[in-house]
């Protein structure tokens, strides 16, 4: 079992920063990739960024250049540094783990909202 609690979320003028964090507890240990998906009202949960424990990434090409997913050292926290935001990003962004590469888990969830 894996529980997920994210941090970070707010309200943010366009071409603001935000940080979102996601903290891992249970069995973290297994984890190898972490990630954040959003999901904006009317429309389906997308990915925006994974990273492996490793330090490999993936992201969507609407944050590239914008966004950083990054581990911390204990491999069992993920940031989102997300930086240059648009009205477009405003969604609730949910934290994403992979335990053993077959179980996955979700954190609540918390709300970006970017204004113009």
């Known amino acids: 079992q894996v529980q997920l609690v994210e941090s970070g979320g707010g309200l943010v003028q366009a071409g603001g920063s935000l940080r979102l964090s996601c903290v891992a507890s249970?069995?973290?240990?297994?984890?190898?990739?972490m990630g954040w998906y959003r999901q904006a009202p009317g429309k389906q949960r997308e990915l925006v960024a994974i990273?492996?424990?490793?330090?490999?990434?993936n992201y969507a090409d609407s944050v590239k250049g914008r966004f950083t997913a990054s581990r911390g050292n204990a491999k069992n926290t993920v940031y989102l540094q997300m930086n240059s935001l648009k009205p477009e990003d405003t969604a609730v962004y949910y934290c994403?783990?992979?335990?053993?590469?077959?179980?996955?888990?979700w954190g609540q969830g918390t709300q970006v909202t970017v204004s113009s």
């Open positions: 990273i492996t424990r490793g330090g490999n990434t």
């Open positions: 994403n783990a992979l335990l053993f590469e077959q179980y996955e888990y």
């Open positions: 249970g069995t973290f240990l297994g984890i190898n990739t």
